[in-house]
């Protein structure tokens, strides 16, 4: 699975969409105009995280910003949101 996400400076991920695997599943397709520090990137995520559901992936991975290729990566505890609020 890819996704186009649009990213903090330090890899957060703010927004996200799946992006078509094929032109027959390209009827629609969202792109991203990202504000003053913020990037966006496509990018696969990892087969061990695949079977996550989207809000999962969405809040539990972030962009190695410091990879010249754009990847999607475990966040630290500290980046994890809090499951309270």
């Known amino acids: 699975m890819r996704l186009e996400v ?3 400076k330090k890899g957060k991920i703010l927004a996200a969409v799946r992006v078509p695997d094929s032109a027959e ?3 629609h397709h969202v ?3 990202p504000d003053k520090g913020q990037s966006t990137a496509v990018v696969y995520v990892p087969a061990e ?3 996550w ?3 999962d992936i969405c809040q539990r991975l972030r962009i190695d910003v410091r990879t010249k290729s754009p990847r999607l990566v475990l966040r630290t505890d500290d980046e994890q949101p ?3 609020t």
């Open 6 to 8: 649009v990213h903090d």
């Open 31 to 33: 792109s991203f105009a």
């Open 49 to 51: 995280h695949a079977h």
């Open 53 to 55: 559901e989207f809000i």
């Open 82 to 84: 809090d499951p309270s």
């Open 25 to 27: 599943e390209m009827t």
